[in-house]
């Protein structure tokens, strides 16, 4: 058996692990319920993922995780976004892990070594679009604010860069430190991200100097968009897949809608799309392997954001009125591709950097 074989099985047997997630704790009524509610997410899933080891996935094993890579997440992340449950691993397993490995830092290390068990959960303190927030450490003191923190109201941990003459140190902060205050601002599926205060934090662990914490945040967000276009690809193939059969049981003029040639046109028109995304992030993960980690993240999640948008904005369209109710699930999962497509920089987001980037 090769090395191939043994990837390819280990790939299908978390795809299949994660169909079976999805098949048992998908509940739209409960996706409702949770609406405007912190942490946004059903919590007795993250007993389910620690059980199944996801939260390390990405955790190399010398330092206790299980040392898979990002194309075995990003398997994880377009199943489970079928099922509009792939939070809390998207802000913490992927984002706030992946910093804390890119530090390369032992008391990062000690951080990483309960990230496997569940017992810590770090999210990465930004402000809007990716920004490093204005946080400053006086006198071994923290004060700031960040404005968009993803994962705050589900953390342990809060990953805060501050900025220092040398660069961008990075500091791991216990949520329930002294001086730590959250507030949670509401997406446009209505989850939360948290705008956190920094009050003269005292307790604070550096697990980035400051020639260091910079590359470790950009390297952690770009693998995280390269996961997160996965689970845009899980919300396209999820949104064709229930317009598909919307239209072949709604009948109009005594005919299923799926028989009129102008809506089959739009549909083959849709599943195009759909195949431009997945082959666009697959072809980013491969770039992402050849050590064009920055170039196969812009174009994947460029690519993925538009796409999304674009079949969610379809099919409410061909839903119909009832695509439009709160009640249809059409809406749920345009929602959420309206969120996962701004997060980490939206399609024009994208162009833009590939502009700046000299790729153009």
Same mark, same amino acid.
């Given at each position: 058996m090769t090395q191939d074989d043994t990837d390819q099985g280990m790939i299908a047997e978390l795809r299949n692990t994660a169909e079976r997630v999805v098949a048992d704790s998908t509940d739209h009524?409960?996706?409702?319920?949770?609406?405007?509610? *912190?942490?946004?997410?059903?919590?007795?899933?993250?007993?389910?993922?620690?059980?199944?080891?996801?939260?390390?996935?990405?955790?190399?094993?010398?330092?206790?995780?299980?040392?898979?890579?990002?194309?075995?997440?990003?398997?994880?992340?377009?199943?489970?976004? =079928?099922?509009?449950?792939?939070?809390?691993?998207?802000?913490? *397993?992927?984002?706030?892990?992946?910093?804390?490995?890119?530090?390369?830092?032992? $008391?990062?290390?000690?951080?990483?070594?309960?990230?496997?068990?569940?017992?810590?959960?770090?999210?990465?303190?930004l402000d809007f679009d990716e920004a490093i927030p204005d946080v400053q450490r006086v006198d071994g003191r923290l004060h700031g604010r960040c404005e968009a923190v993803a994962g705050g109201a589900a953390a342990t941990h809060l990953l805060v860069p501050a900025r220092a003459a040398e660069g961008v140190a990075l500091y791991a902060v216990p949520v329930d430190a002294a001086g730590v205050k959250q507030a949670q601002r509401w997406r446009a599926d209505e989850t939360p991200v948290a705008r956190v205060t920094l009050d003269g934090v005292a307790d604070a662990t550096l697990v980035a100097e400051a020639d260091r914490g910079q590359a470790a945040i950009e390297a952690a967000i770009d693998e995280t968009r390269l996961v997160a276009? /996965? %689970?845009?690809?899980?919300?396209?193939?999820?949104?064709?897949?229930?317009?598909?059969?919307?239209?072949?049981?709604?009948?109009?003029?005594?005919?299923?809608?799926?028989?009129?040639?102008?809506?089959?046109?739009?549909?083959?028109?849709?599943?195009?799309? =759909?195949?431009?995304?997945?082959?666009?992030?697959?072809? %980013?993960?491969?770039?992402?392997?050849?050590?064009?980690? /920055? $170039? %196969?993240?812009?174009?994947?999640?460029?690519?993925?954001?538009?796409?999304?948008?674009?079949?969610?904005r379809e099919a409410l369209h061909l839903h119909g009125a009832i695509g439009f109710t709160d009640e249809h699930d059409i809406g749920l999962y345009l929602k959420r591709a309206l969120t996962l497509s701004a997060w980490l920089g939206n399609a024009a987001a994208h162009r833009r950097r590939y502009i700046r980037m000299g790729m153009a």
């Open positions: 009524a409960r996706t409702r319920r949770l609406r405007r509610t *912190a942490p946004g997410f059903d919590t007795g899933l993250v007993d389910t993922f620690v059980e199944l080891g996801w939260f390390g996935v990405l955790v190399p094993e010398e330092k206790g995780g299980l040392g898979l890579g990002l194309a075995d997440m990003a398997v994880l992340v377009r199943v489970l976004e =079928k099922g509009l449950i792939s939070d809390p691993l998207l802000p913490i *397993a992927v984002l706030g892990t992946r910093t804390l490995v890119h530090a390369e830092n032992a $008391a990062a290390d000690a951080l990483l070594a309960g990230v496997m068990e569940g017992t810590v959960r770090p999210a990465l303190a276009a /996965a %689970g845009l690809v899980g919300l396209c193939e999820q949104m064709l897949d229930m317009t598909i059969e919307y239209l072949k049981v709604r009948h109009q003029f005594d005919a299923p809608l799926g028989s009129f040639q102008a809506l089959q046109h739009k549909a083959v028109d849709l599943y195009i799309q =759909k195949e431009i995304a997945v082959a666009t992030a697959a072809y %980013g993960l491969q770039l992402a392997a050849r050590g064009e980690r /920055a $170039a %196969g993240a812009l174009r994947a999640k460029g690519r993925t954001s538009a796409v999304a948008n674009r079949i969610g």
